[in-house]
């Protein structure tokens, strides 16, 4: 079955930076989009970066662009988010999440259970 | 990004039916039919209910139906249950090749 599990998270100061992982399983991990979505505490869901399959479309929300970047190691099954210039508004959970299919125009379909960031000094 | 408009709460009684309505543009919801919803218990992750408008992911309850009409997409519940109580998200594929999610709605099951 398909597995995800986020770690990485933590406290760090702002303007710090932080990277997170997701192991991935139980599908081919090279053929699907992925994606990182947060959670403020208390808040609603927040889109933050897709990856399509081959890695040749990266798109980012407008809150972290230039900030945020998205990647992956095929050989690990692994896809990370790499944060920089840390803000206190970026504390959330993070949910690595499948999309449906190869496109950067698929949705979420399997979701981890999250890694919380807290930035504050 | 902008969000896109839920009611932020909506309430039914066992076996009624309820409706979740998600308020976009002409540049998300309006554009496209890449339309989800989400159902996502307190702690919890979120799980995918509805894709593409109107389709079902194995597993879930045909209880649970999807529509679009104009910028405004909606989930129906029907036969509702205790279990259906949750916060729901809906959200959509826009121009921008971004995602933009709803404010959220909480059912709550009298």
């Known amino acids: 079955q398909v597995q995800l599990v986020e770690s990485g998270g933590g406290v760090v100061q702002p303007g710090r930076s932080l990277r997170l992982s997701c192991a991935a399983s139980?599908?081919?991990?090279?053929?699907?989009?992925m994606h990182w979505v947060r959670q403020a505490p208390g808040k609603g869901l927040d889109w933050v970066a897709v990856m399509s399959y081959d890695e040749s479309n990266k798109y980012y929300a407008d809150s972290v662009k230039g900030r945020f970047t998205i990647s992956r190691d095929i050989s690990k099954n692994t896809l990370f988010l790499q944060m920089n210039s840390l803000r206190a508004d970026d504390t959330a959970v993070y949910y690595c999440?499948?999309?449906?299919?190869?496109?950067?125009?698929?949705?979420?379909?399997?979701w981890g259970l999250g890694t919380l960031v807290t930035v504050s000094s | 990004q902008s969000a896109l408009t839920q009611p932020a709460s909506v309430s039914g009684s066992p076996g009624q039916s309820i409706t979740i309505s998600c308020t976009g543009t002409?540049?998300?919801?309006?554009?496209?039919?890449?339309v989800s919803w989400y159902q996502q218990y307190p702690g919890e992750a979120p799980k995918l209910m509805i894709y593409d408008v109107i389709y079902r992911p194995s597993g879930v309850s045909n209880r649970f139906s999807g529509s679009k009409s104009g910028n405004t997409a909606s989930l129906t519940i029907s036969g509702l249950q205790a279990e259906d109580e949750a916060d729901y998200y809906c959200s959509s594929y826009t121009s921008r090749r971004t995602y933009s999610f709803g404010t959220g709605t909480k059912v709550t099951v009298l």
């Open positions: 999440a499948r999309a449906l299919s190869y496109s950067s125009s698929s949705m979420f379909e399997y």
């Open positions: 002409s540049s998300d919801v309006g554009d496209y039919n890449y």
């Open positions: 139980g599908f081919s991990f090279s053929n699907y989009a």
